[in-house]
């Protein structure tokens, strides 16, 4: 502290020479107007601030001599705490500034600004070089006068964390919830906490271990530390998920499996834990690249994002050319989402590789009649064979019939409206929808026959 004194004391001295050798003793509210002059003229003519340079140095040297003259005064008091804080001489900042509060200031507006700007900044040096300690005095007194003051409240929670005081971090959290409900980090801090003192000190503090080695990017020692928090707890679940993210991320899912598997067993309804289980053994099956190409298909697939599903499945598919269901998938999506031609592509290599696969057949097959129907009208289509699969049979009529309007010269809609008029009874809706389809496929003998035959049954009728 004295040294720091001292090193203070002597750029005092140094900044002092120049300007007051011409300005001599002059009062302090002259003193005051000229540092505040330089002041804007600095604020203008650098982009950056610093307080070496010359305007800025010019400016310190008064507000000094002001405050040398007039310590209590409390607008040079504010306005050198001001200045000291936008050249980002943070230490000297807040000390002037709690020497103005002392004195009766208030601090509002950019005055508050400056003040919780410098303390914050000097908590967090403090705590960014292992000082936590240090950090505190810095944050508490930014709280002191700002109870509301959300950062002061987050670093006093993780600090008060780290230092193994868990109630009072549990505060400082809950109190920054109640200011942002939506503050994720103070709620995951919050069930830590509540972890914490449910799975015992050895566990907890070879987890936090673990998290703090996982920041610093040390993934092999946080396993280590995440792997130890379990044995201390086997119930202990959250360790059980970062061991597993810890080891898929380090591409090691042989590692990862008996994690996930734990955190399942622990976590039944976690969906999260069961997708990335479900990762890990597409890993374990196909390989790395190909089955975490093929989860994030699926998890796009179920958010509608077909376009880009199927280029996972594709991706899938191109890593491990051995995984079928990545074929299937890509098939299925990029007809789907109305891309039959590039579907077909993937029938066929499916089919290449498992030639007696009577769906692919089926499917290539409608892809390829797919391609007929154009952009719009084959999206609908291959919606209306999918509804028809699912035996969602009014929905599929509906789809095939706009299909047709979209369309009027695609003959497989027309054959699919025949087949379902005809398994209605409706005879001659069926055979009138064949005969459409016949006149634009006149070769197609399936056309031809199931006419005649509808024709025949409503004639009975």
Do not use: K
């Amino acid at each position: 502290m004295r040294s720091t004194r001292r090193t203070l004391h002597v750029l005092f001295a140094l900044f002092l020479a120049a300007p007051l050798a011409a300005f001599g003793q002059a009062p302090v509210a002259q003193l005051l107007e000229r540092a505040t002059e330089l002041s804007s003229q600095a604020r203008e003519a650098y982009q950056i601030h610093t307080p070496d340079q010359r305007l800025w140095r010019d400016a310190l040297a008064l507000f000094e001599e002001a405050l040398r003259q007039a310590p209590d005064d409390l607008e040079v008091l504010r306005a050198s705490a001001r200045v000291y804080a936008d050249v980002n001489w943070h230490a000297r900042a807040f000390e002037l500034w709690n020497r103005y509060l002392e004195l009766g200031g208030e601090l509002t507006g950019e005055v508050r600004e400056s003040f919780t700007g410098a303390g914050t900044a000097l908590g967090y040096s403090r705590y960014r070089s292992g000082n936590a300690t240090g950090a505190l005095v810095y944050y508490e007194a930014v709280l002191n006068h700002f109870p509301d003051d959300e950062e002061a409240l987050y670093w006093l929670g993780v600090i008060c964390l780290e230092l193994g005081d868990n109630e009072a971090a549990r505060g400082h959290f809950e109190r920054l919830l109640d200011l942002n409900p939506d503050h994720q980090t103070a709620a995951y801090y919050l069930s830590l906490i509540e972890e914490i003192a449910q799975i015992g000190p050895q566990a907890s503090g070879a987890f936090r271990a673990g998290l703090s080695a996982y920041e610093q990017g040390s993934h092999g020692e946080a396993l280590e530390q995440f792997a130890q928090a379990l044995q201390f707890n086997g119930d202990f679940a959250e360790a059980a998920v970062w061991a597993g993210r810890t080891a898929l991320e380090m591409g090691d899912p042989l590692t990862a499996l008996p994690y996930w598997e734990r955190a399942v067993e622990l976590r039944p309804d976690d969906g999260g834990s069961r997708y990335f289980l479900n990762l890990t053994r597409q890993q374990l099956q196909w390989g790395v690249q190909a089955g975490t190409a093929f989860s994030e298909g699926l998890a796009l697939y179920s958010q509608g994002r077909l376009d880009e599903a199927a280029q996972a499945f594709a991706q899938a598919a191109q890593a491990n050319p051995e995984n079928l269901g990545a074929w299937e998938w890509a098939a299925r999506t990029l007809q789907e989402a109305g891309r039959p031609g590039e579907a077909v592509d993937y029938w066929e290599g499916l089919l290449e590789r498992a030639p007696e696969d009577q769906s692919a057949q089926f499917n290539l097959q409608l892809a390829r009649q797919q391609q007929g129907a154009g952009s719009q009208a084959g999206a609908v289509f291959a919606q209306a064979v999918q509804a028809y699969q699912l035996a969602q049979l009014d929905r599929a009529q509906e789809l095939f019939e706009e299909a047709a309007r979209l369309n009027p010269q695609f003959a497989p809609v027309w054959g699919w409206l025949g087949q379902l008029h005809f398994a209605d009874g409706e005879y001659d809706q069926a055979a009138q929808a064949y005969e459409r389809a016949l006149q634009l496929e006149p070769q197609n003998d399936d056309y031809a026959f199931f006419a005649e035959e509808a024709r025949f049954l409503a004639g009975e009728e």
